[in-house]
């Protein structure tokens, strides 16, 4: 007799999808198959049952100029919970002068009150010849992936050609991984510097400072370095056509290179940015076109896009209040409640996605790169019971108010969506049940990688 046993629902793996039985021992999935018998049992007939999503990519708490987003790790990961994602990797917070480890544990402080389990990627903030050493020693507290950038120079946050090049053989050298936000900085500094005269004030001039080929540019630097270095190089919210082709070529060039994208960049073009609430839009990447957008369905369909994230980077209205520029907003969308029922609707049930492939992309790619698998990212024997039962058949309308992130704007705002989560199970506990979240503060788990 197990603890629990969910009954009746189409299991979908990466291989495969049928109707059986999981049962639960404590935190751990012990046995799957037909007629289990559970001290307790939860009734999944019609429903699917996945793999809990792993968020790789969100910025609960994150402090930017005079702000912080508004979701800390309590409600973010509550608003995760009810979207059923059941691990969520977060960045530590570089600052110059301090180490990276020294980042780790302020942030392992902040996210002691998440209801779910999470790790971090290191944020590298100006790269020296001591940061070798600081590698290692996050690597040995549990962060085997640390992000650049290659723009954001007036912030100090840009890494250059040469930071990059030493930073990658570090890093290719201790079997890391090195997480790149992929924009040129230098495009972005001469566009805007030639704008025409109240182009400023136009919150759709983002898109022209940070074209795609200003992505492309940069997504090609990289891969030249991570094809020299052998490094395990990974591009975060690839936001463009021209950006998937440079990826393939840096593969092509021997690269070891991977890459995500996230629900903004696969449903949103720059004409958000036209409307009244278009300052509300400011992210980076920029918003791109239709055309973009279906490439990069295409691209997770096929493989070329490794999985998906969000990005999630929340600010309420009055935080993205319009200050008369493009360019003095912050920058972040929400999403980490939506982005698997917007994946199901707008990808399974249109077509572009099949029920195994979405598996794929929203927890075991993920789980595999980030040394999570196979604790996480499966429904395996052993694995631990991080599942997500959901309905395929509810429709909702996405609306800002009912949904649990701390805003009050949503950039899928009325957006009908086909498929919902019903209850989402991590480490064998219900943390969300029928519209309730159940986890209690604090229940989370730090994994070391």
Known sequence: MYDLVIRGGTVVCSDGARVLDIAVQGE??????ECLRGT???DASGKLVFPGVIDPHVHFALSVGNTVSSDDFYSGTAAAAAGGVTTVIDFT???EGRTIPEDINARLEDAKPSIIDYAFHGEVIGWRPERAEEISRAMAMGVNSFKFFTAYGASGRMSGTGALLHAFRVIAEKDGIALVHAEDESMIEFLSSVLPAGAAEKMETTALVRPDLCEAS?????????????????IVHLSSAMGVKEAIRARNRGALLTAETCPQYLLLTSQAYRGPSGHLFSAAPSLR???DNNALWKALGDGTVDFAATDHCPYTSAQKEWKGRFDALPGGLPGVETLLPLLYSEGVHKGKLSLQGLVRITSERAAKLYGLYP???CILPGSDADLVIFDPNETWIVRAGALRMNVDFSPFENLQVRGKVWKTLSRGELVFSEDRVLGNRGRGVFLGR
């Open 28 to 33: 751990r999935i012990t046995a799957i198959g």
């Open 40 to 42: 307790e049992s939860i």
């Open 93 to 95: 917070t570089g600052r």
């Open 218 to 234: 940069a997504v090609n630097s990289v891969g030249l370095l991570a094809a020299e270095t052998g490094v395990r190089c990974h």
């Open 289 to 291: 076109t239709a055309e």
């Open 375 to 377: 604790r996480k990212g």
